[in-house]
């Protein structure tokens, strides 16, 4: 494993995984998260890349009718990292039932406010997930999230305990290259597109890192696809890996 999965910022020893700062910083974005013209707007334009490879994902592994509408019906989802349900309420539609956990109050808030004027019904908990005594899920999400927590092998082995047998796990991070240094925190950051100081590049996993992470806590993962960004064609799926990844993980 190389020497930033186990830096001191990236990897701390204790099992904690929340980072006070982190939360913070989130928390303080927690009104503006459902504005898609406001400070998650890069959020909401990563979300239908998310969906569309998460889809595929769900379909494949429990082999559904690609053609439903509710393929999650009588599933148990969990979106780790939720912020403001992005990511929640599409699982909900598509007939799980979820729950998100969040480090930032703030976002739970939120999150359970905008659910509540969308007539859906979603549970959610602030707090560190590997001290939340919830059960185990047949998904469970953690999108954009890795970068942010202090103890990376601690934070993946509280998601694979979170995980039921059978289950379904599926994770995107920012991948640690010379590219997404340059486009993520120098350009996106520099000019307003991602709030300044969202990120911390050390911090970013490679999909070696996170393969060898998951590895650890008994999880087989996928093969990454890459999520790029093109000025004509905005964020998408590719086979490119050098800015983002997405990708699954199933028990062994």
Same mark, same amino acid.
């Given at each position: @494993?190389?020497?930033?999965?186990?830096?001191?910022?990236?990897?701390?020893?204790?099992?904690?995984?929340?980072?006070?700062?982190?939360?913070?910083?989130?928390?303080?974005?927690?009104?503006?998260?459902?504005?898609?013209?406001?400070?998650?707007? $890069? =959020?909401?334009?990563?979300?239908?890349?998310?969906?569309?490879?998460?889809?595929?994902?769900?379909? =494949?592994?429990?082999?559904?009718?690609?053609?439903?509408?509710?393929?999650?019906?009588?599933?148990?989802? %969990?979106? *780790?990292?939720?912020?403001?349900?992005?990511?929640?309420?599409?699982?909900?539609?598509?007939?799980?039932?979820?729950? !998100?956990?969040?480090?930032?109050?703030?976002? *739970?808030?939120?999150?359970?406010?905008?659910?509540?004027?969308?007539?859906?019904?979603?549970?959610?908990?602030? &707090?560190?997930?590997?001290?939340?005594?919830?059960?185990?899920?047949?998904? *469970?999400?953690?999108?954009?999230?890795?970068?942010?927590?202090?103890?990376?092998?601690?934070? *993946?082995?509280?998601?694979?305990?979170?995980?039921?047998? &059978?289950? %379904? $796990?599926?994770?995107?991070?920012?991948?640690?290259?010379?590219?997404?240094? %340059?486009? @993520?925190? !120098?350009?996106?950051?520099?000019? &307003?597109?991602?709030?300044?100081?969202?990120?911390?590049?050390?911090?970013?996993?490679? +999909?070696?890192?996170?393969?060898? /992470? /998951?590895?650890?806590?008994?999880?087989?993962?996928?093969? +990454?696809?890459?999520?790029?960004?093109?000025?004509?064609?905005?964020?998408?799926?590719?086979?490119?890996?050098?800015?983002?990844?997405?990708?699954?993980?199933?028990?062994?």
């Amino acid at each position: @494993m190389s020497d930033a999965t186990t830096s001191a910022r990236s990897n701390t020893s204790d099992g904690q995984t929340i980072r006070p700062d982190e939360a913070a910083h989130f928390g303080r974005l927690a009104k503006d998260w459902w504005d898609p013209k406001g400070s998650s707007a $890069m =959020l909401h334009r990563l979300n239908p890349v998310r969906l569309h490879f998460l889809r595929e994902a769900i379909d =494949l592994h429990w082999a559904g009718d690609i053609e439903a509408r509710r393929p999650l019906a009588g599933k148990s989802a %969990l979106d *780790v990292g939720c912020g403001a349900g992005l990511l929640c309420e599409p699982l909900a539609r598509l007939g799980a039932e979820v729950t !998100g956990v969040d480090a930032a109050p703030e976002n *739970v808030a939120a999150a359970a406010l905008h659910a509540e004027g969308a007539g859906l019904d979603i549970r959610y908990i602030a &707090g560190e997930i590997g001290s939340l005594d919830i059960g185990t899920f047949d998904l *469970v999400s953690a999108m954009e999230v890795i970068e942010h927590v202090a103890d990376k092998r601690a934070f *993946v082995a509280a998601l694979a305990a979170r995980l039921a047998p &059978g289950g %379904l $796990m599926v994770l995107s991070t920012p991948n640690r290259t010379p590219q997404s240094r %340059l486009l @993520m925190i !120098g350009a996106a950051e520099g000019i &307003g597109l991602i709030p300044k100081g969202t990120h911390h590049w050390d911090d970013f996993i490679t +999909p070696e890192e996170l393969r060898d /992470l /998951l590895d650890e806590a008994g999880l087989e993962m996928g093969d +990454p696809k890459g999520i790029g960004f093109l000025p004509a064609k905005g964020l998408h799926l590719t086979d490119d890996q050098s800015l983002n990844y997405i990708v699954t993980a199933r028990v062994r």
